[in-house]
Every structure is written in structure tokens, then in C-alpha cells.
């Protein structure tokens, strides 16, 4: 009867490993531990930083099966900050945004991919001015770890570019583009 039950013990010790999911992590926007800053060419003369001040999502990962990871996050598009607010009340207009009509914009992944090093490739749909297109970010995991207020947290940074026509954005001059960094810091649920 011993050796049963140690043959199983041993089986239930190398196989639970696997079993293990990734970890649930809310996106940390209420201590101000994540952002979403854009820049925008100004008519090919420079650019224009913001972000968006309104936020919340969700991610999943799990270092050892990084596939399984998930990202989601809606925006409030009518949070848009550019620290000038006649410009941001013309962008957040519908000559652009029609934050009215568009009042959030959402990105779901659909996979995730390590490529090493900390780099991943979270391919997913972004929802923004009523279109759905797909979307790529180049993203690097920071680390994780406790706490000082005994919780446990992990934080990436990551970069993309939407191409505003492909969202029905207009365009104005060479401003076709928006680049956006990200950086999200989540606390482990």
C-alpha cells in the first residue's frame, strides 16, 4: 500500500507544476503605476504628446507559459490629455476622435508570443472610433515581485503604431500616425 501512494505523490508532484495557470493581475491605474502616452506628427514639423488620464484592464501571464498569457484594457477616449485644452477639445471633436459617439476604445489580445529576453509580441484587436482592426505590440516584461504593501506585481512596457485612416481617423498633413508606449504595472488578484 506504501508504494502506490508514493508512486502517486511523486506523479501528483511532477505533473501539478503543469497544471499551474497564469496569474490574474488588475492593471494598477487608481496608484497611478501604469500609462497610455501617444505622440503625434504635427504637420511634419514636430510632435505632440498625451495620454490618456481614464483607464482600467486586466492581464494574465505566467512566466513559464507565456502563450497562455491575455491582455485587456478599455480606454476613456474622452480622457485624452495633450496639456492644451483647445487642442484637446478639437482632437476629442468629431473632425477626429468623436469622443461623443466613440466614448471608449478597447484591445483584446488573441495571442501572445515570447520572443526571449523578456520580449513578447501581443497580437490582438484593437476597438477605437468604431472600427475593429488588428494590432501588434512590442512589449518587454520589467519583472515582478512583492510589494511593500504585501501584494505582488508584475510590469511590461510596450510600443505600437496605429495608422489613424485604418480606424476611419481623418489625417491632417503628415500626421497619419499615432505611436503609442505603454507601461502597465499589475497587482496579482
Known sequence: MKK????????????????????DYTIDTQGAHASINLKVQHLGYSFIKGRFNTFDG???????NVAASKVNVNIDTTSLDTNHAERD?????????DVKKYATANFTSNKVIDKGDGNLEIQGELTLHGQTKPLSID?????????PWGGYRAGFTGTTRIELADFDIPVMGASSFADLELHV???RQ
Open 4 to 23: 502506490p501512494l508514493i508512486a502517486l505523490t511523486l506523479l501528483s508532484a511532477a505533473l501539478l507544476p503543469n497544471l499551474a495557470s497564469a496569474a
Open 185 to 187: 504595472e499589475g497587482i
Open 89 to 97: 477639445k478639437h482632437i476629442r471633436s468629431n473632425d477626429f476622435l
Open 139 to 147: 512589449a518587454h516584461f520589467v519583472g515582478e515581485g512583492d510589494d
Open 58 to 64: 486586466t492581464f494574465s501571464y505566467d512566466p513559464a
